[in-house]
């Protein structure tokens, strides 16, 4: 879609154009704007940039085209947007929303923040930081102070300890009788065509279907991505959140298993998650979900948790936010003595009747609900897909 080069000085013309152009088209130039005077300006600040080793500046191109300028400082603690205008020309395709998608891929292979300041007169640019999961941290004259952490929080959520432990082989979800009907599903749906998993994890499902037809990932975890990259080499896989990040290429099916999507915590965040499924779709594909139906009719009045395991060595206990429709399941896991390891995992959960509304803000058509992968019909007791 595009291609980031250094600046040059003899560039520093072309970036005060760009960047005019996009600001124009934004009708954010004041009435008694003095462009002479703002592009001097410009073009001795650019050249600073260009020289300052703490900065760097990029023009974007597309085709053979010059069309953008992006500025991007770099340290130990951040990775910070200091700058990117679009000319008018190639806004509104997806381009400005996929540079953003590799500086979070890089800031999650850092474990560091994306950091970056929004004019507050510039609505358009604070909704898609908005639907990339930013949040306002700070407030600077008429700047709000923007902050993209999920990579790092996810990370830490889903780290090299809990990659190592999470694969069961031959047992739990990764019991022939649980994979073997999953992966059954999904190629007789997929067609003979390509399949995406979002959070694809370490390949529980993805790497036996990949057996089967051409699969890709998605994943945010680095963690995970390693831990699959320790039983399979050859699977693509995107760093970067599945409610945004862009895999190459067209799918005939894209897919979340195992109560995946209720990991991105909003209603916005999963409805995001929808629209992006639907831009990796060819006309006529499918996304799948696999989702537990909540069971809030097992939570007592004035009690805010249930206990829905309880094992030698393990006990699971969820407690619930009703309003804002949060459970956080917390896994305690003992031996013989008297101490205990507690492992605690967010969630948001959806109702099939929700679901069908964000498939249909998405543009999706509901083609069937089951209550397990060999294609029960029945009342779904188990997760629908």
Same mark, same amino acid.
């Given at each position: 879609? +595009? ?68 500025? =991007? ?13 679009? !000319? ?40 898609? +930081? ?12 008429? /700047?709000? =102070? ?14 090299? $300890?809990?990659?190592?432990? +999470? ?18 599903? #999904? ?31 998605? *994943? ?18 995107? =760093? ?9 290429? /067209? ?16 209603? $916005? *965040? ?28 097992? #939570? ?8 829905? =395991? ?38 948001? +959960?959806?109702?099939?009747? *929700? ?14 609900? !089951? ?15």
């Amino acid at each position: 879609m +595009y291609r980031l080069r250094p600046a040059k000085p003899s560039d520093a013309e072309l970036l005060a154009d760009v960047t005019l152009a996009a600001t124009r088209a934004q009708g954010r130039l004041a009435p008694d704007f003095d462009e002479l005077a703002w592009r001097n300006g410009f073009v001795e600040w650019t050249l600073e940039s260009i020289a300052d080793p703490a900065t760097d500046l990029y023009v974007v191109e597309v085709g053979d085209r010059p069309a953008g300028r992006l500025r =991007v400082s770099r340290t130990p603690d951040a990775v910070e947007l200091n700058g990117i205008q679009l !000319h008018p020309d190639i806004q509104n395709h997806g381009i400005g929303t996929a540079i953003l998608n590799a500086l979070q891929d890089e800031a999650t292979r850092r474990g560091v923040p994306l950091q970056l300041r929004v004019e507050r007169d510039n609505p358009n640019a604070r909704r898609l +930081y908005d639907r990339l999961g930013f949040t306002r941290t700070a407030e600077a004259d008429t /700047e709000d =102070v923007l902050q993209w952490t999920k990579g790092v929080e996810q990370n830490r959520l889903w780290n090299a $300890e809990v990659a190592e432990k +999470y694969d069961t082989p031959g047992t739990g979800m990764f019991a022939p009788e649980v994979i073997e009907p999953t992966v059954d599903r #999904l190629a007789e749906l997929a067609a003979g065509g390509r399949a995406l998993e979002f959070a694809i994890g370490t390949g529980r499902v993805g790497i036996p279907l990949s057996k089967r037809i051409p699969v890709s990932g998605i *994943e945010l975890s680095t963690a995970m991505i390693d831990q699959l990259r320790t039983k399979d080499e050859t699977i693509p896989v995107v =760093v970067g959140d599945m409610a945004s990040a862009q895999a190459p290429g /067209e799918f005939s099916l894209v897919y979340l298993v195992f109560n995946t999507i209720s990991n991105l915590l909003t209603q $916005e *965040e999963q409805v995001a998650c929808f629209r992006n499924a639907a831009r990796h779709l060819s006309p006529g594909g499918r996304f799948v979900i696999e989702l537990w139906v909540p069971e809030l009719r097992r #939570l007592p009045p004035g009690i805010p948790a249930t206990v829905g =395991v309880a094992e030698p060595g393990y006990i699971l206990l969820d407690t619930y936010d009703v309003l804002n429709q949060h459970v956080v399941s917390h896994h305690f896991h003992f031996g013989e003595g008297t101490e205990a390891q507690l492992g605690r995992t967010p969630h948001r +959960y959806i109702w099939p009747a *929700e679901l069908d509304l964000m498939a249909q803000i998405a543009g999706f058509t509901r083609e069937s609900r !089951h209550a397990d992968w060999s294609g029960d019909r029945s009342p779904p007791n188990h997760p629908p897909t």
